[in-house]
């Protein structure tokens, strides 16, 4: 993946990453496999000046990624199964994940890896060993909530990482207590934060229904303040996902909000009343401004460029660079925090389905949307 980089230079600023960040992206990347995933991107916290990201990959079902993963042929993953227990937990995962015959195969429809640099930078560790894993749990066909207590008994069956010592039926009655339309579409197990905890992420979610929810589960913040907080951001986003952590005391102080606008093409200006939001509250840095809305960009390849890349049956005609959302955290009474995701997608084209009479499953396609 370090293959990458150098297409998108102008997108990597100097206050965004600086050149040693920039040495042990491109390192990290040099050992995974372009294949990997078609859709990637960094983390970047915004209330400060360092240039530091972290990096975090999506690895969706029935893709190139996935078959990689699972080992179905020799890729440069097989060092770093070899040497992680993490990577070879994933492994563990990723092939009974491939089986169409196990029961993960239709629970599960999408899978993130993240990698803390930050925090592996100041432990002295390599952030590749110890990934962070979020799951996309599939919509049950029925319409109903995900059984979150029977999902995570399957992935944990494969994937030892997983935590356990949570409770359960604070878990249940969190997805009970979900209001109206509410979904969860992602279910992460955090290291590098002291103990392993869980993370259930649900979008969907009306603002106005969130502090009752919380309070629901004996969150231990300000609800009054935290629905005062959302009002204030609602009318600048096109809609807003909940991040909610789970130890084995109970929910987590910091409540995480993810907010998302309409994408159009590559136009930052429409981010430009969420960072003026952010800027007044200190909660963005002129320096991270200036990096953040740089990033987005086109490159286009030539048609002797896509057949040089061409992997697996698939053709490669245009890399895009985002802002894919930012998020805040909460915690006590007020916002603490923010963070822009940036999102790098390479979209695919199945050339064996453009002669193909079927349709295609878009397993290539491009922007992930909550």
């Given at each position: 993946m370090a293959a990458i980089l150098p297409m998108m230079p102008g997108s990597l600023s100097g206050e965004l990453v600086d050149a040693a960040s920039l040495a042990a992206l491109a390192g990290m990347g040099a050992?995974?496999?372009v294949d990997l995933s078609s859709f990637w991107g960094f983390e970047v916290q915004l209330g400060n000046d360092r240039p530091?990201?972290?990096?975090?990959?999506?690895?969706?079902?029935?893709?190139?990624?996935?078959?990689?993963?699972?080992?179905?042929?020799a890729s440069r993953l097989d060092d770093l199964c070899g040497r992680s227990e993490a990577w070879a937990e994933l492994r563990r995962f990723a092939r009974a994940w491939f089986d169409s015959g196990h029961a993960l195969h239709g629970a599960v429809r999408n899978v993130w890896v993240e990698f803390d640099m930050v925090a592996a930078r100041a432990a002295h560790a390599d952030a590749l060993a110890r990934p962070c894993v979020f799951w996309g749990p599939a919509p049950p066909a029925s319409g109903d909530q995900v059984a979150v207590g029977d999902l995570l008994d399957l992935v944990r069956r494969e994937f030892s990482p997983c935590p356990d010592a949570l409770p359960r039926d604070l878990l249940g009655e969190a997805v009970r207590a979900l209001p109206g339309a509410a979904r969860i579409f992602q279910i992460g197990a955090m290291h590098w934060r002291g103990d392993v905890v869980l993370r259930m992420c649900v979008n969907t979610i009306a603002r106005d229904d969130v502090p009752g929810w919380l309070e629901r589960?004996?969150?231990?913040?300000?609800?009054?303040?935290?629905?005062?907080?959302?009002?204030?951001i609602a009318p600048l986003v096109r809609n807003i996902a909940v991040d909610v952590d789970f130890t084995p005391q109970g929910v987590g102080r910091k409540i995480g909000i993810e907010c998302y606008l309409d994408w159009r093409e590559l136009a930052v200006p429409e981010w430009d009343r969420v960072l003026d939001y952010l800027s007044a509250r200190g909660l963005c840095s002129a320096s991270k401004r200036r990096a953040v809305t740089a990033f987005p960009a086109k490159t286009e390849y030539s048609l002797r460029e896509q057949l040089a890349a061409r992997r697996r049956g698939f053709m490669f005609p245009v890399l895009y660079r985002n802002i894919h959302h930012v998020k805040l955290a909460f915690v006590g009474s007020g916002w603490v925090e923010a963070k822009a995701y940036l999102g790098v997608s390479r979209p695919g084209i199945d050339i064996a389905a453009c002669f193909s009479p079927e349709p295609s499953?878009?397993?290539?396609?491009s922007w992930y949307m909550p």
């Open positions: 050992r995974l496999p530091e990201i972290d990096f975090l990959v999506e690895i969706r079902r029935g893709t190139p990624g996935h078959a990689l993963l699972a080992g179905r042929e589960l004996k969150w231990d913040g300000d609800a009054p303040a935290l629905g005062a907080a959302l009002a204030s499953d878009g397993g290539e396609s």
